[in-house]
């Protein structure tokens, strides 16, 4: 076997008995997905709708369309509105092969018609990314094996992919000096003017102190959190999910408490995805559901 074989069989286990919790958690998950895809929609429809701005950045689609048209006659409140809809009627498995790659192209235009009148997060991108393996797995992989372990499975490598990435354009873009704490006074002083902006008042907490008082203090903070974006493709292991996923977590409440800044789906999407929930929903339910059985 190759190894991007022995990957493969780590990231979707084909060998692997399917079980009652297996999809229920599939499901949960699902709706974890289609609550924050509609959640998004409507928030950024709405910031669409009320600013009205005009394109300051084009973005993704944006480049190549004239993006502007929705900020007139409603229609990103129309669109979240659709997006809603297709979505839901994807959850539910009526007539979805193609829906959820339709609310994935629609959830696109919603994001840059929203961002390209500011600034750009990248914490909602994990949500978008997981819309696109729903659509994929919907159309090239329906059977009720496949489809959860593909879209599970896939949704775990881009994550693994995109931490280990994100170590090598630090690497490529500032060399390896990237982890002098001298950048981390930059950033916290950056965020600082944001909440300063948002509440009337900036007040360091006792880690962003710290930072700020000892240079090694800081430079050691960014060294841990590089190196564990570093070890992000681990989560392609099964055995070594679980301990990735921690750090990773632990990672981004390191980022909150330096630099105030939050992922809060992004967290909660790793404390779904990378634990085998599974196996405690197994030791409860023996069969699956009907309910459950119809809407995978």
Not at 31 to 53: D, H, P, V
Not at 194 to 205: I, K, M, R
Not at 234 to 246: A, D, Y
Request: proline fraction near 4%.
């Amino acid at each position: 076997m190759k190894w991007y074989e022995k990957i493969g069989h780590q990231l979707f286990e084909p060998n692997r008995n399917q079980s009652p919790g297996e999809l229920i958690f599939f499901k949960i998950f699902e709706l974890f997905i289609l609550f924050y895809t509609i959640k998004y929609a409507w928030e950024w429809g709405i910031y669409t709708q009320l600013r009205n701005n005009e394109v300051v950045l084009p973005l993704g689609i944006a480049n190549y369309i004239d993006i502007s048209i929705l900020f007139q006659w409603n229609l990103a409140l129309i669109n979240a509105a659709t997006i809603t809809l297709l979505s839901s009627i994807a959850f539910a498995r009526m007539g979805y092969k193609w829906f959820y790659m339709v609310v994935m192209i629609l959830l696109h235009i919603q994001y840059v018609a929203r961002f390209s009148q500011g600034e750009i997060p990248h914490s909602m991108n994990l949500i978008g990314m997981s819309v696109l393996c729903f659509a994929v797995g919907a159309i090239w992989f329906p059977g009720k094996k496949q489809m959860p372990r593909f879209v599970l499975g896939s949704i775990i490598f881009f994550i693994g992919l995109g931490y280990t990435s994100a170590f090598i354009a630090k690497l490529i873009g500032t060399g390896i000096y990237w982890f002098d704490g001298r950048h981390l006074w930059l950033w916290i002083s950056e965020k600082s003017v944001d909440v300063y902006s948002t509440f009337g008042y900036y007040e360091p907490n006792f880690l962003q102190e710290l930072a700020l008082n000892y240079l090694p203090v800081a430079s050691l903070i960014l060294l841990i959190g590089w190196l564990t974006e570093l070890i992000g493709f681990t989560m392609w292991w099964k055995k070594l999910r679980p301990f990735t996923t921690t750090l990773l977590i632990g990672m981004h409440f390191g980022i909150t408490l330096t630099m105030n800044i939050r992922f809060d789906s992004f967290v909660m999407q790793l404390i779904l995805i990378g634990f085998p929930w599974y196996l405690l929903i197994d030791k409860y339910v023996k069969t699956t559901p009907k309910w459950v059985e119809k809407l995978i």
